[in-house]
């Protein structure tokens, strides 16, 4: 399994950004998907999730209202889209596969991990 996310770039505050993550290598459809971030020095922070489907998504207090996840099962590709964006959101963010059918907000819960995007918002 292959995740590919981009996306990233530096933006300033207040601005939007839209990260995507194509995935290969198994059923996309059959998986729940989430995307994680990480600052420096700090640990992996759960942003939001998708289900299977695409009809359920969940998102951390921080991020609830700014940020969308969606889904296009056809092109196995999700997506993050960033708007309102502060300078604590800076951060590289991984997108991640879970091969189970229940979701789960947990970085141990997913078994495959993309490389990451650098996500930079300047004041």
């Known amino acids: 399994v292959q995740l590919q996310a981009s996306g990233g770039g530096l933006v300033q505050a207040g601005g939007s950004l839209r990260l995507s993550c194509v995935a290969s290598?198994?059923?996309?459809?059959?998986?729940?998907m989430a995307w994680f971030r990480q600052a420096p020095g700090k640990g992996r922070e759960f942003v939001g999730y998708i289900n299977r489907g695409g009809g359920t998504t969940y998102y951390a207090d921080s991020v609830k209202g700014r940020f969308t996840i969606s889904r296009d099962n056809a092109k196995n590709t999700v997506y993050l889209q960033m708007n309102s964006l502060k300078p604590e959101d800076s951060a590289i963010y991984y997108c991640?596969?879970?091969?189970?059918?229940?979701?789960?907000?947990?970085?141990?819960?997913?078994?495959?991990w993309g490389q990451g995007t650098l996500v930079t918002v300047s004041s």
């Open positions: 991640a596969q879970r091969s189970k059918i229940y979701v789960s907000t947990q970085p141990e819960a997913f078994d495959y």
């Open positions: 290598g198994r059923t996309f459809s059959f998986d729940v």
